[in-house]
């Protein structure tokens, strides 16, 4: 069976597939993935696809994007069993240009994970080995992209880091775009202010490709940029482009063998004929607290809507609202869900909102400012894109939630300025996946992505 994107669009353009026939081989496949490695909330039994550009292609969907007459639960029991009425924005596009939804992709309950392993339905496990984490909260996306033996790209979304990680434990692609880049409309929200959906794909071309069909302004969605797609697949050469090497990125967290790896991969863009330079981005040390004090008190927020009246889990009403209400939530909810809205409800309420919500939105300005101030001197920032290769299971049971959230630390500043981003494979450390993390300017997408496509190609 046809294995690469390229291959299957120059097979199907050329009429040498049966594109209803391939459908049925997907299935199937993707069943005997789903026994092995477990990326699937909900399968499709019965894919279609329109006529577009990428006829027929598999794509997959986050289980947190609207997807009309396909479950859709954020990862989450208190959404089990709502059906869309309609399509998010993203998959329309991707439908558009005849991508064909073959599932919906395993997660961490509403994003709220580093490792995928607070999914109320299923925990995908490593390719490159089943005793290790694919990743959060995308992490379904990752698994079926690196297991999958047929043509396919996933739409992934992320808040703080949830394509990145998951891209790079499993030695997948995975492209963050600017906020408002893609819309959000038919997005079930984590952090309003932060979500973003992108794509993850086997190679720099799949991911991109997709991304250019996901990619321009909606009137849906408020945030959307009033700003044309592009066509991301046209790579072109680094030679000459400016790149910083932030030190704090390669700090006393970071696995000395994850950085040895990445240094190797900077070695190459220089001998590609990129001048590379060491910069300091002094404010990542505090990027984890800001962004959880931000993100978990907008998680809070848009939490309040599951109470078991307007859409959701339901019961029998009995007693007064607040027993009701709390009665659904305990029930609905796991237990990182309980956490973080615990949390973002104290950080918002009356006398605590200043000393921690409003003070972490200042830091989170510094942070976009001094990004800022960094892409008038360079074109790309490059990174490890985590600080570990995949952890085992036992290893995540044992951690604790601040150690969890401190697994974040590379990514989330990006997340918070809202620039785009993309992890590549760039190496192994113990026969496990290493990814490099390139950042770019707001809208400059194309910069992160030919740095890349370059690295990918050296390899």
């Given at each position: 069976?046809?294995?690469?994107?390229?291959?299957?669009?120059?097979?199907?353009?050329?009429?040498?597939?049966?594109?209803?026939?391939?459908?049925?081989?997907?299935?199937?496949?993707?069943?005997?993935?789903?026994?092995?490695?477990?990326?699937?909330?909900?399968?499709?039994?019965?894919?279609?696809?329109?006529?577009?550009?990428?006829?027929?292609?598999?794509?997959?969907?986050?289980?947190?994007?609207?997807?009309?007459?396909?479950?859709?639960?954020?990862?989450?029991?208190?959404?089990?069993?709502?059906?869309?009425?309609?399509?998010?924005?993203?998959?329309?596009?991707?439908?558009?240009?005849?991508?064909?939804?073959?599932?919906?992709?395993?997660?961490?309950?509403?994003?709220?994970?580093?490792?995928?392993?607070?999914?109320?339905?299923?925990?995908?496990?490593?390719?490159?080995?089943?005793?290790?984490?694919?990743?959060?909260?995308?992490?379904?996306?990752?698994?079926?992209?690196?297991?999958?033996?047929?043509?396919?790209?996933?739409?992934?979304?992320?808040?703080?880091?949830?394509?990145?990680?998951?891209?790079?434990?499993?030695?997948?692609?995975?492209?963050?775009?600017?906020?408002?880049?893609?819309?959000?409309?038919?997005?079930?929200?984590?952090?309003?202010?932060?979500?973003?959906?992108?794509?993850?794909?086997?190679?720099?071309?799949?991911?991109?490709?997709?991304?250019?069909?996901?990619?321009?302004?909606?009137?849906?969605?408020?945030?959307?940029?009033?700003?044309?797609?592009?066509?991301?697949?046209?790579?072109?050469?680094?030679?000459?482009?400016?790149?910083?090497?932030?030190?704090?990125?390669?700090?006393?967290?970071?696995?000395?063998?994850?950085?040895?790896?990445?240094?190797?991969?900077?070695?190459?863009?220089?001998?590609?004929?990129?001048?590379?330079?060491?910069?300091?981005?002094?404010?990542?040390?505090?990027?984890?607290?800001?962004?959880?004090?931000?993100?978990?008190?907008?998680?809070?927020?848009?939490?309040?809507?599951?109470?078991?009246?307007?859409?959701?889990?339901?019961?029998?009403?009995?007693?007064?609202?607040?027993?009701?209400?709390?009665?659904?939530?305990?029930?609905?909810?796991?237990?990182?869900?309980?956490?973080?809205?615990?949390?973002?409800?104290?950080?918002?309420?009356?006398g605590f909102r200043d000393a921690y919500y409003i003070k972490a939105l200042r830091i989170r300005t510094k942070i976009i400012n001094e990004f800022a101030a960094m892409?008038?001197k360079f074109d790309v920032l490059v990174a490890p894109s985590m600080p570990i290769i995949a952890p085992t299971f036992s290893e995540i049971e044992k951690l604790s939630?601040?150690?969890?959230?401190?697994?974040?630390?590379?990514?989330?500043?990006?997340?918070?300025?809202?620039?785009?981003?993309?992890?590549?494979?760039?190496?192994?450390?113990?026969?496990?996946?290493?990814?490099?993390?390139?950042?770019?300017?707001?809208?400059?997408?194309?910069?992160?992505?030919?740095?890349?496509?370059?690295?990918?190609?050296?390899?």
């Open positions: 069976m046809i294995t690469g994107v390229k291959e299957y669009i120059e097979e199907v353009r050329s009429g040498n597939l049966n594109v209803d026939d391939f459908a049925h081989e997907v299935v199937e496949r993707s069943k005997t993935i789903q026994k092995k490695y477990s990326p699937f909330i909900t399968l499709v039994e019965h894919p279609t696809s329109g006529n577009g550009r990428i006829k027929g292609l598999p794509i997959s969907v986050k289980d947190s994007i609207c997807t009309k007459g396909i479950m859709t639960t954020a990862g989450s029991k208190i959404l089990d069993g709502y059906v869309p009425p309609f399509d998010a924005t993203s998959v329309s596009n991707a439908k558009r240009d005849g991508g064909m939804v073959i599932g919906k992709t395993a997660m961490d309950e509403f994003g709220f994970g580093t490792f995928s392993t607070n999914c109320a339905y299923s925990i995908p496990r490593n390719p490159h080995d089943t005793s290790r984490s694919c990743g959060g909260s995308s992490g379904g996306a990752a698994c079926l992209t690196a297991a999958a033996d047929f043509p396919h790209i996933a739409i992934a979304q992320s808040t703080g880091g949830s394509i990145t990680a998951p891209a790079a434990f499993t030695g997948t692609v995975g492209i963050t775009p600017t906020y408002g880049r893609v819309s959000r409309y038919g997005l079930i929200d984590y952090s309003n202010s932060m979500d973003k959906i992108g794509t993850i794909g086997k190679t720099v071309y799949d991911a991109a490709l997709l991304l250019s069909s996901l990619s321009g302004y909606d009137r849906l969605d408020s945030t959307s940029a009033e700003i044309a797609s592009e066509d991301f697949t046209a790579f072109g050469s680094i030679k000459g482009l400016r790149v910083g090497i932030p030190k704090e990125y390669f700090s006393e967290g970071v696995d000395k063998r994850v950085a040895k790896e990445v240094r190797s991969g900077i070695e190459r863009l220089e001998s590609l004929g990129a001048s590379c330079e060491e910069v300091s981005l002094p404010m990542t040390d505090y990027g984890i607290a800001s962004y959880y004090i931000t993100a978990i008190s907008e998680a809070s927020t848009n939490l309040a809507r599951y109470c078991g009246l307007r859409y959701g889990m339901q019961k029998e009403i009995t007693g007064d609202f607040e027993s009701y209400f709390s009665s659904i939530r305990s029930t609905g909810f796991g237990q990182e869900a309980k956490r973080r809205i615990i949390l973002g409800t104290y950080a918002r309420m009356a892409f008038k939630p601040i150690k969890a959230y401190s697994m974040d630390i590379l990514t989330v500043p990006p997340n918070m300025a809202g620039i785009p981003h993309v992890s590549v494979p760039i190496g192994k450390v113990d026969s496990m996946p290493v990814g490099m993390q390139i950042m770019a300017a707001h809208f400059k997408e194309s910069d992160a992505i030919r740095v890349a496509a370059a690295v990918e190609g050296a390899r």
